[in-house]
């Protein structure tokens, strides 16, 4: 399965953003799909995950703020950001997994998305 995010821009302190992720070449009704972003000189950090059923995830540093959705029938996965903060600047990137064994483990996912840069300015 092909992945490609879009959505990322500029946008000040406590402003909001929706991410779209999407994905080609099969169907992602079976899969478990999750958001991460890394930051200059940071590990990858898992920001949201959906499964296949949309049961949600997230990372404690986005609860409240965060929220991922699902669309099967347009193949697409959506991160709506709101209350932005600075420490939310990043790359953030959409993956895809049938089945990953930990869903906030970047390893666990076998299809990445090329990634897209958020910055939120103070």
């Known amino acids: 399965v092909q992945l490609q995010a879009s959505g990322g821009g500029l946008v000040q302190v406590g402003g909001s953003l929706r991410l779209s992720c999407v994905a080609s070449?099969?169907?992602?009704?079976?899969?478990?799909m999750g958001w991460f972003r890394q930051a200059p000189g940071k590990e990858r950090q898992f920001v949201a995950a959906?499964?296949?059923?949309?049961?949600?995830y997230y990372g404690d540093s986005v609860k409240g703020r965060f929220t991922i959705s699902r669309n099967n029938a347009r193949n697409t996965v959506y991160l709506q950001m709101g209350s932005l903060k600075p420490e939310d600047t990043a790359v953030y990137y959409c993956?895809?997994?049938?089945?990953?064994?930990?869903?906030?483990?970047?390893?666990?996912?076998?299809?990445w998305g090329q990634g897209t840069q958020v910055t939120v300015s103070s």
């Open positions: 993956a895809a997994d049938l089945s990953p064994r930990e869903r906030t483990n970047s390893g666990s996912y076998d299809w």
């Open positions: 959906i499964n296949w059923s949309s049961r949600t």
């Open positions: 070449g099969r169907t992602i009704v079976a899969y478990n």
